[in-house]
């Protein structure tokens, strides 16, 4: 799991990249009023029009794209056509061309809050973060009930550190339509880094290489248990409701590394197999082989001077699981530490004379 302090390729944001498509899946959840709206606009298409539209709802994505072609080399100020061009495109994750034939549909019609929340994706998945935050502003202002639009404005501010308002967007998603599966997603990751710097503190964690001031209480051990639980149940939402089986494995190991660490901050929290810390165990865990992440000497940004720190459990039967990032760094650099970090070899703690599971933090710093 992932606290986003820093933007990272974690396995969470890949996985809000793959998984919630919104364009290239089934398509676009609309709202009651949307789909007025839409049947609307739909009384003036052509009948090639309504016939390439029809190909993409029917998931035939790549069959509309010449007749959406087509109706566009005859009838280039039909902004409809651009949008459903770009929607289609999407589908096939042409995500660049998709994001130039949604510019075109909301050049031709400003007030096109779907083109715009469309755009405003694309966009998000071209990592044009600043052109997805506006995009999407403008569907809100437009259209204060677009889903995808609040998704997107989420998002965005998740990458860029705004936690809280990533938060706010997910909730405002899921007031307007619970079965939306992303913002589902989007409300666990931002549960999750809202509460990071917390997380460093319940555990007295280095933070550029001081020790935290304050020691954690136990009121705020449980605030943060209850809110991981809550991101815990947000993701399992999410899973419920994700089309993409592919996924589900990564997304079943994200929930059960958010259960055992909300476990772990509370008394007997660990559940069916108890994960001890390190003071509630008779022998410690002992670290036999820590590999060290092969860095290269400079990124592709430049020099990088930090750390990476890890919470995780090193298990009664020798295996490294629930790996928590706490403190990531980009540049591909926590991915090359958690690879690491799973080879680690280690004799378990004991508890009255038997393996047991325990808690560890491992800091990684570096000058690259």
Known sequence: MYFPRRPSGSTLLKILFVGACLFGGAGTRFSARAVQETQAAAAGDSDELKRGIELYRRGEAKAALPVLRAVIKKRPAEARAWHFLGLALSRERDFKEAAEAFARAVKLEPNYAHAQAALAYTQLVLYKYDDAERAASRALALDTRNVEAHYVFGAVRLRKLGAAQALESAEAALKINPNFAPAWL?????????????????????????????????????????????????????????????????????????????????????????????????????????PMPVFPRRTARGWRIGSVVLRLVLAADGQVRHIFIISGLPDGLTEDVIKAAREIKFTPATKDGRPVSQFITLEYAFNL
């Open 186 to 290: 989007l409300k666990a990751q931002a549960l999750v880094g809202l509460n990071g710097e917390v997380y460093a503190s319940a555990f007295n964690l280095l933070t550029n290489r001081r020790p935290k001031s304050e020691p954690s209480s136990p009121e705020d051990r449980a605030r943060l248990a209850r809110q991981l639980t809550e991101a815990a149940g947000a993701l399992e939402q999410y899973i419920k409701l994700n089309r993409n089986p592919a996924l589900a494995s990564e997304l079943r190991e994200q929930l059960e590394t958010l259960r055992a660490h909300a476990g772990g901050l509370v008394p007997g929290g660990g559940g069916e197999q108890h994960i001890y810390t390190a003071e509630d165990v008779t022998t410690k865990a002992v670290i036999t082989t820590r």
